[in-house]
């Protein structure tokens, strides 16, 4: 199931925290300080993805993004999604780096996962530790990558992130399909999709949802602006299902 191009070397990213049954699935090691509390991920990405072809990634400053754009509010003549796509063309430098993606994400998410965000009323059924969950699994689909030209690249299991959920965070069947429909729609409102648009500029695009009409387990990925959604598309509905199977087995 796994294609990588070449052997590629594991990598170490270093974080504020990280749930230790991530260890359940292959690839991935995690490890916490018992003094700090920090948490060590390890990921082998021969082992954890399915696809890692031409590994490199593009970001903005995290720091410069909550200074310049997150203040940022829409216009009558001009979209926010216009206002992050010239902001990720005028501010865009690449990496080839996983650890700095992962560290940049863990800012990214730690930021629209934030746990004070459930203190709105229309939040009361959110499962428990959500917060966490979509945290901690974003963090890691930030390493997934599609090209220009609609190709899936680079995919690991936390791509189908509420499969993952049920292997990571026992959750049963019913529960991950809530924290979909959740992930999808009700985290996302207009004025926190607002936000979503923003923040992810900081990894060089924006968040497209697998799923379509209804949630059905298909996650989501940041694209680059400009890709080939059709072609995407048409990918990503040839793989779900050997993909969220894979995940299940990990």
Known sequence: MNAVAEKAAPFT?????FTSTWNRMNGIAVTTDQVTGRARVTIDPNEWFFRYENP????????QIKADLLVQVEKSDIAIEQVALDYVAANRRETTD???????????YDYLFRDDLLDDPELASVPEGATTMLRECSVLMALNRVDEDGHISIASPAWMLCKAMEVVYD???KTATAMD???HSGWFNEYRRRESLLAHAALGGRLVHGCQSAA?????VVVPYGADMAKFRR???????PWIEATLQK
């Open 171 to 173: 959750l049963d069947e």
């Open 235 to 241: 990918e990503l509905s040839t793989m779900r299902l």
């Open 181 to 183: 429909e959740f992930y």
């Open 56 to 63: 490199q990634w593009v970001l903005c400053d995290w720091e």
């Open 13 to 17: 990213a270093e974080l504020p925290s």
């Open 98 to 108: 996983p650890v700095e993606v992962l560290n940049h994400a863990w800012e990214v």
């Open 216 to 220: 059905n387990m298909s996650g989501g």
